[in-house]
């Protein structure tokens, strides 16, 4: 395959992410423990670095659960430690929130096999970026969200540009301001955690970052979307016994009732925990509660009052 030249520059000496922690000179010569405290007085830096973003990141949940509610596609991308992480928010949605895999998607550079193995010389290619997520068709429904810490990844850059091109709505999440990707989004993220502990291993506090913020994202949008109750994993799937007993704890919490009458409903409603709250909750029928969620597009609350009014 015929090499495809960076247009991005390249020079990332001058970022903030790959300078030298002071707090860290000399890490090599340090004991365990003096190690351990230094990245945990570091991590313990994160969250604040993250909070000067909340206003960016609630933009972010209104625009994705938008876009959900509309049927489309929230589609992370990233390379290295930024495309892991966003592989790894889409793959915890369907079991959290019991989504269709088909609506939190992912793109990483160099594939599959790229969650498990360095091929880090992919994130390099325009072309490649371009091109993978030209396989997706974004298009005006779909929020795609590129991720990088250094905001400079060519791969990740183009194909946040090839999604805006084609109408999708695009977030950038990265850790240094004024970078490329923020430029090529709609909506940037920025969180500034400085340098890190092992200099320019931005798998750290850049990665912790990210992580939180992706989290904001998915998990407040499912909110806006209904999927949770209160703050109960209603959507919670019962597909082995780890997960039943889950169901029934948030049956007993969301309806104020016993474990054993939690075991009845959700014997009522085949196993299907938001029904069986909304029968509780309306005192409806499983076919009656079904239809309110149908109705609601899974909005459980919505779900309820709509239930309780039949």
């Known amino acids: 395959?015929?090499?495809?030249?960076?247009?991005?520059?390249?020079?990332?000496?001058?970022?903030?992410?790959?300078?030298?922690?002071?707090?860290?000179?000399?890490?090599?010569?340090?004991?365990?423990?003096?190690i351990a405290s230094i990245i945990n007085a570091q991590d313990a830096q994160v969250a604040a670095a993250v909070k000067p973003a909340l206003p960016q990141i609630a933009r972010g949940i209104d625009l994705i659960a938008k876009a959900l509610k509309q049927g489309g596609r929230l589609i992370y991308v990233g390379a290295g430690t930024s495309g892991r992480l966003g592989a790894l928010d889409a793959s915890e949605?369907?079991?959290?929130?019991?989504?269709?895999?088909?609506?939190?998607?992912f793109i990483i550079a160099g594939g599959i096999k790229a969650l498990h193995s360095a091929t880090e010389a992919s994130e390099d290619s325009s072309q490649l970026g371009r091109r993978?997520?030209?396989?997706k068709k974004p298009g005006k429904n779909d929020v795609v969200v590129g991720i990088a810490a250094s905001?400079?990844?060519?791969f990740t850059v183009a194909a946040v540009e090839y999604a805006r091109r084609h109408g999708a709505k695009t977030i950038a999440v990265t850790c240094n301001a004024a970078s490329p990707l923020e430029k090529a989004a709609h909506l940037a993220i920025?969180?500034?955690?400085?340098?890190?502990?092992?200099?320019g291993s931005s798998r750290m506090k850049a990665g912790s970052a990210q992580k939180m913020i992706l989290n904001m994202l998915s998990s407040g949008a499912m909110t806006r979307l209904g999927y949770v109750y209160g703050n109960l994993m209603i959507n919670v799937h019962v597909k082995n016994y780890k997960l039943r007993e889950r169901g029934l704890t948030v049956l007993q919490q969301a309806a104020g009732i016993k474990r054993a009458a939690a075991e009845q409903a959700?014997?009522?409603?085949?196993?299907?925990?938001?029904?069986?709250?909304?029968?509780?909750?309306?005192?409806v029928n499983r076919a009656q509660a079904a239809q309110a969620l149908k109705s609601a597009r899974g909005h459980v609350r919505q779900a309820i009052s709509a239930a309780q009014a039949m």
């Open 190 to 199: 920025v969180a500034e955690v400085g340098p890190e502990v092992i200099a």
């Open 151 to 154: 905001g400079r990844t060519p």
């Open 93 to 105: 949605c369907p079991p959290t929130f019991n989504v269709d895999p088909r609506t939190v998607q």
């Open 132 to 135: 993978e997520m030209a396989k």
């Open 266 to 283: 959700l014997r009522a409603a085949a196993n299907d925990v938001p029904v069986a709250l909304v029968m509780l909750q309306a005192n």
């Open 1 to 34: 395959m015929r090499r495809v030249e960076n247009k991005t520059p390249t020079k990332l000496s001058h970022l903030p992410t790959e300078q030298r922690n002071a707090a860290a000179r000399n890490l090599d010569l340090r004991s365990s423990l003096e």
